[in-house]
């Protein structure tokens, strides 16, 4: 492995698709459809290039992980797909996100509408200061304020059995959502964002202020999750993008240029074959 990262071009995305799909014996089309697009974007704030000419997918129901070290404009690269960029005074972009195949910074699409299609989760559980039911019912009642009370209630326990955390908080709806433990918390955030049925959510590192046990009650619920929703994921945690995502996108920021993706392709590949010297030395704890 002598290549670097200078020299290494991202292999066309149609291109990938097809090398995927004809490996599996199905037509492309079957086999990968974008959800979201990244095409040569480039964020900045102010005058600070934060993202250089980024390019690659996050295929439908599957779970795309973003690594790469400190800096390296991952959690910005993840804040652009729904625009929460734009809260941010003097960032623009350069290129495009399409979100089925539609440009959601286009001048005529609103950014909270954007927001509703693309759901968020921190990397600190931020249950709201209300109730259980509250916390899921709140997104549900903005988008839909004259929903009947029954079919609110159906919506708020669908959402909390979607994010396996109904049979811990059946019984305790009305108590604050900040009294729950930590992993219970980080379940109830994912219960809000995915009650108002997002298309695609996108998790900052979930698990990072998470014991091991609740960590993997959140590997095994993003797993199940993708069944029905696009995932991306930003994560420091190696063994974790190598268990749960599909895809990986391997980032890298150097002195004198600004962040920029290296290398993308299906996890397996990355963690065992990557194609550039610097994937192999960060997948393997060599890096620095």
Known sequence: MTETPSTVAVPSIKA?????????????????ENKLLADKLSMFYGNFRALAEVTFPAYDKKITAI?????????????SFNRMNDT?????????????????YAPDVDAVAVRRRVGMVFQKPNPFAKSIY??????????????????LDGRVEAALKSASVWDDVKDKMKQPGTALS???QQRLCIARTIAVAPEVILMDEPCSA?????TLKIEELMTELKKEFTILIVTHNMQQAARVSDFTAMMMMRPDRAGEMVEFDETETIFTKPKVKFTEDYVTGRFG
Not at 20 to 27: K, L, P, T
Not at 88 to 104: K, W
Not at 134 to 151: C, H, Q, S, V
């Open 210 to 214: 998470l014991d091991p046990v609740s």
């Open 16 to 32: 990938f698709a097809k090398t995927v799909a004809s490996a599996d014996g199905i037509a492309p089309s079957e086999a990968l």
């Open 88 to 104: 941010v005074p003097g960032t623009h972009i350069e290129g495009r996100i399409t979100l089925d195949g539609e440009d959601i």
């Open 182 to 184: 930590g992993g219970q």
């Open 134 to 151: 509250d916390n899921i019912a709140f997104g549900i009642k903005l988008y839909n304020p004259r929903m009947p009370k029954t079919e």
């Open 67 to 79: 690594i790469g070290p400190s800096g390296c404009g991952k959690s910005t690269l993840l804040r």
